[in-house]
């Protein structure tokens, strides 16, 4: 089976960065992907990290470590309308995706 | 333009009845899924498809049908058997790496 563990809500400040953790134990591994989500709609793609490290794009990047189940969402320079939940989901085995509850970020001015 | 259309937006159920959503894609994806969302969760798959003429419960099928007679169609019936359905239902295919969702359905029991 497959487990994904990720804050249930964090706040920030317009301007500022913001680092959102998953955490994730499964039997097989094909990728893992975050997803943006406001209130009422349907998530939208941010990224897909297949192999370990850091991949960029724009304001935001999404790290990977396979062999410690790690993942995190960063958030450069953090506008009101990032406000929203994100979504870390596991491609497994099967290469059905499995998500997590989601994180609700909060940004204030 | 290509993409996932989901019908109604909003649905009224009565208690004991059934009642069918609609999810069509021109993307031509094998693969597809409904998730159910409750209010602060995560996403929950009840039945995914990867192939024409064939489908599998996901974690929550119970109280729910499915069918893939096309691969374009995914309709989702919820019965009267599933006691909690008041929900964000959500239809998303897959091409390749990414997921592509649908505009989401508000089902409410009355």
């Known amino acids: 089976g497959q487990n994904i563990d990720q804050p249930t809500e964090m706040t920030a400040t317009e301007g500022a960065i913001v680092q959102i953790n998953c955490t994730y134990q499964t039997s097989g591994f094909n990728g893992l992907f975050w997803y943006q989500q406001h209130a009422g709609e349907a998530p939208t793609f941010l990224s897909y990290?297949?192999?370990?490290g850091l991949e960029e794009k724009g304001r935001f990047s999404s790290f990977l470590s396979r062999s410690k189940g790690y993942s995190y969402l960063l958030l450069k320079e953090l506008q009101m309308k990032d406000s929203a939940s994100y979504l870390c989901a596991i491609s497994g085995g099967s290469y059905i995706p499995t998500f997590g509850r989601g994180t609700s970020l909060i940004v204030h001015p | 333009d290509g993409g996932i259309t989901q019908s109604p937006k909003y649905l009224f159920r009565k208690e004991g009845q059934n009642v069918t959503l609609s999810c069509e894609q021109n993307l031509n994806h094998d693969a597809m899924y409904w998730y159910r969302q409750d209010p602060g969760q995560g996403l929950r798959l009840i039945y995914y498809?990867?192939?024409?003429?064939?489908?599998q419960k996901g974690d929550i099928a119970e109280g729910y049908s499915v069918s893939r007679e096309k691969k374009e169609s995914f309709p989702l019936t919820v019965t009267s058997a599933q006691k909690n359905p008041t929900a964000f239902y959500l239809c998303a295919s897959q091409g390749g790496h990414t997921i592509y969702f649908g505009e989401g359905s508000w089902l409410t029991v009355v």
């Open positions: 990290n297949v192999l370990d």
């Open positions: 498809s990867q192939i024409v003429n064939d489908f």
